[in-house]
């Protein structure tokens, strides 16, 4: 009794069909619609986008394909004219995917774990998974050699009576991914816990229901709806590994694995700095992750199927481990004490000590504050903790409010080439912090507002290089978010603008918030454009961490390390009291 | 109250060129009057979500026009677009959209509060509003909870009491009981229709369900592939369905094609079919030689044991083929010559396979659809 | 209660703005110390980072016919007359200068410390590497902006200053106490790097320490520990040392090189290689700096009896030339010079004066970097240094 149904509909209407569909109007453009704040905010926020990363990216190609002689490859023929840049590429390439899996499983664990179910100890989880953010790199790196070397490594002193000597080697290609894994791992647990968090359990508990088994469970109904998030954590990690620098320098040249980075940084430091030869890197990466956001701007146009935060029956509730709830903590402990407690705890005897030596009893017993003293008595330590955190918050406050309205802008809206917006905004993440740095120096000394030699500058940098992320946080939450809670409010009467503040910003506090805690403690950090940017008076942590390292004082520098961990714990704290009055209620 | 004229939506089609453009409404006209409560009814994909949609102001047609009360919403012609926010219209979501982070009195309160300063409401005004709609919907009690904690239907009449607040002159429904279990559905279906004709509300209701648009509808217009196939009361939709689209959406029905011979009153026909003639009904106008289609519903042929005691026009002898128990009803497969039927009988009547049977098919309840060509 | 909820947001964009707001509206040089009131004269304005300034910013010539005015009229004055009237100069044009470095807080402060308080010139400190501090200068210079006035960075940056055109040739006295490795005619040393072989002593006995270049190399595969930017060193020992005074081919020493590097790990960074042996990760590390061995003293490291030639890399002090203060920029070389090498030497440096008997003893035998030459054969040693590297650990690797 089936039938075509449009065989015989023209019978009764009277209506003229069959017509070519009338060519979509366009209104004109009206510039009064600027005070409207949808479009002035809009516009805004798309024009810093695109001036921020434009700026470098604009220098990056002017220095890649201009030389004296005008337009020209060379740039490209010196990059990729190496000879052995097979062994450089395979290494990277084994290197880059390892610790992106590693980052991505133990990040999305960890997240799961911590947000889905009811796992033991969750408070602990979340504040020490964030550990590895604030160590200073170059630190975290350290305290790898010193547990896992085979000639002094601790945990290789403790397993010798059972394994025999040197149980474990860092100095090899795995040992590299494992603790690159490691310390990017809270990256994507914090992406993870943005994702997971504003997830309708409904879905997992009918196919929990069904007889499905929790493992079961993940893969098939939680992962799928976390695709978003999942694809953002990918895209980030492989750009970061690709790009890294202290794990293969520290790691993998004292044995000789060589990777691709090591190049770029080796023709940043001679000079003059081949800029042309580290651009064709970054502008080879730069399109392979294009790609990468023009599919999935495309893909998720059919993307209602990640829409967790639905107007219906949204509960967050934890789904709970039964008899395997200790036996699973028990695990989680134990990778706790491998990538945090462990190398905490190098960090905290080091700072102890006036030189690092293999712990014993004599050297535990003989413990000093002086680096901490000698931290405190810096003259510009209390300042560069204010600078630091000031930047830190600022720009971090910038950032996730910009890239909000852009996320809206891409998820949401339907204007042709959004895309592009979302491409922008994730240049700076293939541009070294160096080139960054030096075009931001060049644009700013010819401005002729005295932005130069003030603070602005290094807080345009750090909008600018955690705009990436800022961006991965911000869309991750808005796939998340319901089409229909949004035109709820519009119907309602609410302008854009109050829909806006209203509904999505509310909704996104998960994912903008975790952004934002991420943003804040790496900005401590941030080494290369802070230290070619900042001015005297303006010095931040960088510069600190930059002269202790350079000048062999690690144990000063693990002082401020865990004084740093103890500041982050309080941050972390806070800003958790802070989103839990604005989030959805759990 | 609603007059929605020459209506065009399409989305860009797979290719993405305008070739392919699929036409998600095609050129559709409604007219709805006040106190209606008017239901878009169809299968899913037949534009009448992006009918109501347009009207809401959440989709941005090609062409056509809107005109609400004496206030034109969308007017291609004009290049008027009024935006949705300033619409003033009520709509519940096929989700409810109902805002997790927020509890029910703030979910309900909100269009209320982002109205611009000069015509807000002032602080107890606003309560009392507030309060009352909930007491409409039987919320009051359960202002202070998080909405996310509220029950499904609760979560509905959540979702009605914040389309209501702003009293608007307009309902739009979408699919709103779709998301409740059966039982539910059964309650709030006529709770739903009680609010409406107590308040006086002028609704559209976009439904893909015809036991609720039966029930609810004060007119029905029947939409498939863009366009609206039959517009009429429910009674007369059911009964008269207007294409073999219709008779078959709504219910049930028996297919059998014929040939016109003769007119035999203002809307009765003669047709004769490969089994024998029959009488029928047709709001069509007709001419003798017209290839149609009859239909006529299940429940509406009537059998009896044995061979006919007199033939005619509509009475046919067959055989059963098989039978169900259905709880209410019994359903019988016939056949008939080449031709298989269903009928639908009260539960009084169940016949064994292969039992010899005399059929009726009343004139007034067999539809003529003409087959066009 | 939807105004209650907007709180938190609209409370930290207030807060970000304001501190914002706050941090930056002090001009950035602007240190705690206030500046010496200055002599009421024109000068008043000389905040080092104002774009204003910016566009007066000097052009080479005429800063260096300014500082040559400068040097004239101190011209026959004795030295402690050349410095009260170097301090008069400074004072007429603002009592501040600003000073761009490599050298680390610990080791340059009290340089800083000791200068503002005999002078009453207050400095403008900035601090990076020597390659970012180079940088910047350049970058500064290119846009016309009188960022910097005087510049202290390794001797290799120095060169490219140099090359630049961006260094005012100086005249002055104090040239002649200056090692000749540091004596150039528009930047002197104020320190010198050496480069020297240390070893752990709880591993390595005083009997089996290297007391060779060749022993170092080949006695230790395994646990040897190398630089991966040392190139200079590197350059200066193969033709200096091998070639010259061995009587090798270049090609055999660089195999030697090779050879030790097959057997040994490659570090970068100096402090990190200094801190792996004092840990006890590497026995012996064959380019380690001579003043972190000093922070180690406690350690198990010791780098004496050293292995001879030690090489010297000369770091280098000199005027930018956009400079706007001429007389200040003068007056803090010249202090660099003279007073500030004891406090450099006290910090375990190798004073660039010969006037001052510190650091690496005088009895051990260097060889100073060429720096001129192997500026020339740049491309050549980095290539060869990188090849030498590339070796690395190729005979312990499995």
Request: aromatic residues 10%.
């Amino acid at each position: 009794m089936s039938q075509a149904p449009t065989t015989d509909r023209n019978a009764l209407d009277a209506l003229p069909t069959g017509n070519p569909p009338p060519k979509p109007k366009r209104m004109r453009f009206d510039w009064r619609k600027l005070r409207d704040p949808k479009t002035f905010i809009i516009v805004a926020v798309v024009l810093v986008i695109g001036y921020l990363s434009l700026v470098p990216l604009l220098y990056l190609l002017w220095g890649t394909f201009f030389d004296s002689t005008g337009l020209t490859g060379a740039a490209f023929e010196r990059a990729y004219g190496t000879t052995g840049l097979g062994e450089l590429v395979y290494n990277s390439m084994v290197f880059a995917t390892g610790a992106t899996l590693v980052s991505v499983v133990m990040g999305t664990l960890l997240a799961f774990l911590t947000e889905r179910t009811d796992v033991p100890l969750k408070r602990l989880i979340f504040a020490g998974s964030l550990i590895p953010l604030i160590i200073p790199g170059i630190l975290y790196t350290i305290a790898w050699i010193f547990l896992a070397s085979p000639r002094i490594g601790l945990i290789n002193k403790w397993l010798e009576p059972f394994f025999g000597p040197g149980t474990f080697d860092v100095f090899t290609l795995y040992g590299m991914i494992i603790v690159q894994g490691m310390d990017n791992a809270p990256l994507v647990f914090l992406l993870m816990v943005a994702a997971f968090r504003s997830m309708d359990p409904s879905l997992e508990e009918s196919a929990l229901m069904s007889g499905a088994s929790l493992p079961h469970v993940f893969r098939k109904v939680t992962l799928p709806l976390a695709k978003p998030a999942l694809f953002a954590a990918f895209l980030i990690m492989a750009v970061k590994n690709i790009e890294a620098f202290e794990t293969p320098a520290l790691l993998g040249m004292p044995k000789g694995i060589w990777v691709f980075t090591s190049r770029i940084w080796r023709v940043l430091s001679t000079h003059p700095a081949d800029y042309g030869q580290a651009g064709a890197y970054s502008i080879s990466l730069l399109l392979i992750t294009s790609l990468g956001i023009y599919f999935q701007t495309r893909y998720s146009r059919r993307g209602k199927q990640f829409q967790t935060v639905t107007g219906k029956g949204f509960r967050p509730r934890p789904m709970p481990l039964g008899r395997f709830r200790s036996l699973i903590g028990g695990a989680l402990l134990f990778y706790f004490f491998i990538a945090i407690v462990l190398p905490a705890f190098i960090l905290l005897y080091m700072s102890t000590q006036p030189f690092y030596q293999v712990p014993s009893i004599e050297t535990m017993t003989n413990l000093s504050f002086e680096n901490y003293r000698y931290v405190f008595d810096h003259s510009q330590t209390m300042r560069a903790f204010r600078n630091s955190f000031v930047l830190g918050i600022s720009s971090a406050t910038l950032v996730m409010f910009g890239t909000a309205v852009a996320s809206w802008l891409v998820v949401r809206s339907k204007l042709p080439g959004r895309w592009m917006v979302d491409n922008l905004a994730f240049v700076p993440l293939v541009i070294p912090g160096l080139v960054l740095g030096v075009a931001l120096l060049f644009v700013y000394l010819r401005f002729p507002i005295a932005i130069y030699g003030t603070m602005w500058i290094l807080l345009i940098s750090y909008v600018t290089r955690y705009m990436p992320y800022g961006m991965r946080y911000a869309s991750t939450s808005m796939y998340q978010i319901g089409g229909e809670l949004e035109e709820s409010a519009q119907v309602s009467g609410a302008t854009w603008w109050q829909t806006f503040r209203r509904i999505n910003l509310p909704l996104l506090v998960p994912g903008l918030l975790a952004g934002w805690i991420y943003i804040v403690m790496t900005s401590v950090r941030e080494l290369s454009s802070s230290i070619l940017l900042y001015s005297p008076g303006n010095e931040v942590l960088a510069v600190m961490i930059f002269e202790q390292y350079e000048n062999g004082q690690f144990t000063e520098l693990a002082a401020l390390g865990t004084l740093l961990i103890v500041a982050l714990v309080i941050l972390v704290y806070a800003a958790q009291r802070l989103g839990a009055n604005i989030g959805v209620k759990s | 109250m609603l007059t929605i004229t020459d209506l065009v939506k399409s989305y860009p089609g797979p290719k993405g060129d305008k070739a392919s453009r699929v036409l998600a409404v095609d050129n559709v006209s409604i007219e709805v009057e006040e106190g209606q409560l008017y239901t878009l009814l169809g299968p899913s994909g037949c534009g009448k979500t992006t009918t109501l949609r347009s009207v809401a102001g959440l989709e941005d047609p090609d062409s056509g026009r809107i005109v609400v009360g004496d206030k034109t919403f969308y007017d291609s012609e004009k290049q008027v677009l009024v935006p949705a926010n300033k619409r003033g219209l009520g709509m519940v979501f096929q989700s409810y959209a109902i805002w997790p982070h927020m509890n029910v009195y703030d979910n309900v309160a909100f269009p209320l509060t982002v109205e611009s300063r000069s015509t807000r409401l002032g602080k107890k005004e606003m309560t009392e509003r507030v309060e009352r709609v909930l007491a409409v919907v039987q919320l009051d009690h359960l202002a202070g909870r998080q909405a996310t904690d509220l029950s499904g239907g609760q979560q509905q009449r959540l979702a009605l009491a914040r389309a209501l607040v702003m009293q608007p002159p307009l309902l739009l429904l979408d699919e709103p009981l779709s998301n409740l279990d059966a039982k539910l559905r059964e309650e709030m279906r006529f709770e739903l229709k009680r609010l409406q004709r107590d308040l006086n509300i002028t609704a559209i209701y976009v439904t893909h369900d015809q036991v609720e648009a039966l029930a609810m509808s004060n007119v029905i217009a029947v939409m498939n592939g863009g366009v609206i196939e039959q517009v009429g009361r429910p009674r007369d939709v059911y009964n008269r369905p207007a294409s073999k689209f219709v008779a078959d959406f709504i219910g049930s029905s028996n297919f059998f094609d014929g040939v016109v011979d003769r007119r035999e009153g203002t809307d009765r026909y003669a047709v004769s079919t490969d089994e024998g003639e029959i009488f029928a009904t047709s709001q069509y106008d007709l001419a003798p030689g017209a290839k149609v289609t009859v239909a006529i519903r299940p429940e509406h042929v009537q059998i009896e044991e044995g061979r006919p005691e007199q033939a005619g026009p509509g009475i046919w002898s067959g055989r059963v083929t098989a039978r169900a128990f259905l709880g209410d009803s019994v359903e019988h497969k016939l056949e008939v010559g080449k031709l298989e039927l269903q009928a639908r009988c009260h539960t009084d009547l169940s016949l064994p396979a292969n039992t010899e049977i005399s059929i009726v098919l009343p004139p007034e309840w067999c539809s003529l659809i003409p087959t066009g060509e | 209660m939807g105004r209650g909820r907007i709180r938190p947001l609209a409370a930290a964009s207030l807060f970000t703005i304001m501190a914002m707001v706050a941090a930056c509206s002090t001009p950035p040089t602007a240190d705690e110390e206030q500046p010496v009131a200055g002599s009421g004269e024109e000068g008043e304005e000389v905040e080092t980072v104002d774009p204003e300034t910016a566009e007066e910013a000097a052009d080479a010539d005429s800063a260096q016919s300014a500082l040559d005015e400068v040097t004239a009229e101190l011209e026959g004055l004795d030295p402690d007359a050349r410095r009260a009237r170097l301090i008069e100069l400074a004072m007429e044009e603002g009592g501040e200068v600003s000073f761009y470095g490599s050298t680390n807080i610990d080791d340059i402060g009290p340089v800083i410390d000791a200068f503002e308080d005999d002078t009453g010139i207050s400095i403008s400190h900035y601090r990076a590497g020597a390659s970012t501090v180079m940088n910047r200068i350049l970058q500064e210079a290119d846009a016309g902006f009188a960022g910097s006035d005087v510049v202290q960075i390794n001797g290799p940056e120095m060169l490219v200053l140099s090359g630049e055109d961006l260094l005012l040739t100086l005249d002055t006295p104090i040239a002649e106490d200056i090692v000749e490795a540091g004596r150039f005619d528009d930047w002197l040393a104020p320190y010198v790097n050496a480069f020297i072989v240390g070893w752990n002593t709880n591993r390595v006995s005083p009997e089996e320490a290297p007391t060779t270049y060749e022993e170092a190399f080949s006695n230790f595969s395994g646990t040897l520990a190398m630089d991966v930017d040392d190139f200079d060193w590197f350059a200066t020992l193969v033709d200096e040392y091998f070639v010259g005074e061995l009587g090798m081919s270049e090609e055999e020493a660089v195999e030697l090189f090779k050879e030790a590097a097959s057997g040994a790990s490659v570090i970068r960074g100096h402090s990190l290689g200094a801190e792996l042996v004092v840990a006890g990760e590497y026995d012996v590390h064959v380019s380690l700096y001579h003043h972190h061995t000093a922070r180690h003293a406690d350690g198990p490291m010791d780098w004496q009896p050293a292995i001879e030639p030690v090489v010297v890399r000369p770091n280098g002090v000199g005027i930018v030339s956009t400079t706007t203060r001429p007389a200040s920029s003068l007056l803090l070389v010249e202090y660099m010079l003279t007073d500030g090498q004891q406090y450099l030497a006290d910090v375990g440096r190798t004073p660039g004066s010969t006037a001052i008997e510190a650091g690496l003893p005088s009895d051990i035998r260097t060889i100073g970097v060429d720096l001129l030459k192997l500026e020339e054969e740049r491309e050549k040693w980095e290539g060869l240094y990188e090849e030498v590297v590339r070796e690395s650990g190729s005979a312990v690797r499995e």
